[in-house]
């Protein structure tokens, strides 16, 4: 007798299954393509500041024995609006179409940016830096809410490289090499007017013309699936789980911005030619972008997202936490573009594939405005603070670097649980 295959019923624990994506033609031009350029424009607003800031201190008076506390203040204000904004932004516009969402943002960081070209005190710089936190911190979730709409978790790893990775860094690549030697030439108030304006006459209007609205929806639930479970519960964003991500993205904003804040500072002290800082300041970037081709490809092909960003994590602290081990200046560089390279190539690019898969789609504006506000919003503010007062301690930004090293590896056996914890699909 021919035996009859049985079918598992349906119960309360049964997760939702992603549905196929919706049908949009050229998304991945009209979605990832258009949102790669904002965030690269996004970034550049961001980064700007880290270039201009010692002829920013000339002018508004913080240029001598100020400096380091100043500077640190000013560079870090954008982090304090971004951490509130996007755990806020994730929960307050849950309910609003993500492409308005992401206009009012462009509309309003672009702003701020060209009202910095116009400050005459740091009170007004602090405020108005605070401001663009505000405006990108609320703009970031939008990005990866547009992603689980119109990308299935099969696509979901290129599309949250091609919107979120290469937008971000190819800023930071091509950023401080361009900005440095137009803020010489032109000065630092020309720069900001300039990027602000891009913005509102370039990024706003293909963003009003082209990102589409939000599909009806993108998820449909197992029979035995209720609507209470659609609530923004703790066990909704995954318990403590989540916790474990969150933290392991807060060491992430640690070492990122521990290290972009004050590359273009940290690049003079070596001694190098001063014609190249800009090109060097680059650098950690370009080598982050030529790594992330083979690390994307090992991670399409083994499926291994979890322990490729483990490692980007541990390995690249591992690098950052040797700078300190050395007093040669051409070594702790090196060991600087290799520590922030292979650390973001590896870490980066999954770890949003990673927690956008993971999560219900309810929760995904919430939950990733949670993860970047306290990770990067958080782990930058604090790492902003340690390494300015490391570096008014000691006269050297090397320690501070090894420390954001220490805390990398830590984030990354945070990871590693977090992986270990994952539900069977």
């Known amino acids: 007798m021919a035996r009859v295959k049985e079918h598992p019923v349906p119960s309360e624990h049964t997760p939702v299954i992603s549905a196929p994506a919706p049908t949009l033609p050229h998304k991945w031009l009209r979605i990832s393509g258009l949102l790669l350029i904002g965030l690269f424009v996004a970034y550049l607003d961001r980064s700007n500041l880290s270039v201009g800031i010692k002829n920013i201190s000339t002018d508004l008076g913080f240029s001598g024995e100020e400096f380091a506390a100043t500077s640190s203040l000013a560079l870090t204000a954008f982090l304090v609006g ?33 009202l910095i070209g116009f400050a005459d005190s740091v009170g007004v710089l602090v405020a108005l830096r605070v401001g663009v936190g505000i405006f990108e911190g609320i703009y970031w979730p939008q990005q990866f809410r547009m992603a689980k709409a119109w990308f299935d978790d099969r696509e979901m790893s290129r599309a949250s490289a091609m919107i979120q990775y290469y937008g971000q860094y190819l ?34 209007p293909l963003y009003a013309r082209f990102l589409p609205t939000a599909p009806g929806t993108t998820t449909v639930a197992d029979p035995g699936q209720g609507t209470s479970r659609k609530g923004l519960t703790f066990a909704a964003f995954g318990g403590w789980r989540f916790v474990l991500l969150v933290f392991s993205y807060f ?115 919430p939950a990733t405005g949670i993860i970047n506000g306290f990770g990067a919003g958080g782990g930058g503010i604090v790492a902003g603070a340690l390494v300015g007062a490391l570096f008014a301690a000691t006269g050297t930004y090397a320690l501070g670097l090894s420390v954001l090293g220490v805390v990398a590896i830590v984030g990354g056996l945070a990871l590693l649980l977090y992986t270990r914890m994952r539900p069977a699909a």
């Not at 090499?177 to 706003?204: C, D, H, N, S, Y």
């Not at 690390?295 to 322990?307: E, L, V």
Request: hydrophobic share 60%; aromatic share 12%.
């Open 82 to 114: 971004y951490l509130i904004a996007n755990f806020l932004g994730g929960f307050l516009t849950a309910r609003i179409d993500a492409k308005w969402i992401l206009l009012v943002t462009v509309a309003g960081y672009s702003l701020c940016t060209v």
């Open 171 to 204: 800023a930071l690549a091509l950023g401080f090499f361009v900005l440095t030697p137009v803020e010489a030439t032109f000065g630092w108030r020309p720069m900001f007017w300039v990027l602000g304006a891009i913005g509102l006459v370039v990024i706003l």
């Open 251 to 365: 060491t992430n904003g640690m070492l990122f911005w521990g290290i972009t804040l004050f590359i273009p500072l940290i690049v003079p002290t070596f001694g190098f030619a001063t014609s190249i800082n800009g090109l060097l300041a680059a650098a950690p970037y370009l080598v982050s972008l030529v790594l992330t081709v083979p690390m994307m490809i090992i991670a399409d092909r083994t499926g291994r997202r979890g322990p490729i960003a483990v490692s980007g994590l541990v390995v690249g602290g591992v690098l950052l936490a040797c700078v300190a081990l050395t007093g040669n200046p051409v070594l702790q560089f090196a060991l600087i573009c290799l520590g922030l390279g292979y650390f973001t190539a590896s870490y980066t690019p999954n770890i949003w594939a990673i927690a956008v898969t993971d999560l219900p789609a309810h929760v995904v504006g």
